[in-house]
């Protein structure tokens, strides 16, 4: 996240926020009066390690060397893969959980009617009806 330049009357700050947010209103700690973003220089920073030119980066996804965007995107398309989408980590994480407690409860009846009937079909009849049959 980009690091913004602040300035009340008492002090001046540097603040670490989204790059959305870097116009809302940011009240002083000390005397509680409103921050103003100031207009700061842009940061020198190294490209990559020993000061060269920036080649690219690692993708560990991928796990290799890309040069830009586009190569990314080429490589994803070569191998058959897309942009996971926002969201769809936390919805397949709860499809799953659902699964497991299912499983889970269907074990526990099987293991039940097992036990009061001693019958595996009864039991796997009980787990597991079927209207078909």
Not at 16 to 38: I, M
Not at 56 to 62: E, F, I, K, V
């Amino acid at each position: 996240m980009p690091l913004y330049e602040y300035m009340c009357s008492c002090q001046t700050v540097e603040l670490v926020r989204k790059y959305e947010r870097r116009d809302d209103e940011v009240l002083c700690r000390l005397c509680g009066g409103l921050l103003v973003r100031l207009v700061s220089a842009p940061a020198k920073t190294v490209w990559s390690w020993g000061d060269t030119p920036w080649d690219g980066y690692h993708d560990r996804g991928l796990n290799m060397k890309l040069r830009d965007r586009k190569h990314r995107e080429q490589v994803m398309a070569a191998r058959n893969l897309r942009e996971v989408e926002d969201g769809e980590v936390e919805r397949e994480i709860s499809r799953v959980a659902g699964e497991k407690d299912r499983h889970e409860r269907n074990i526990s009846t099987f293991q039940r009617v097992l036990q009061d009937t001693g019958s595996t079909s009864i039991a796997m009849a009980e787990t597991f009806p079927n209207p078909e049959v």
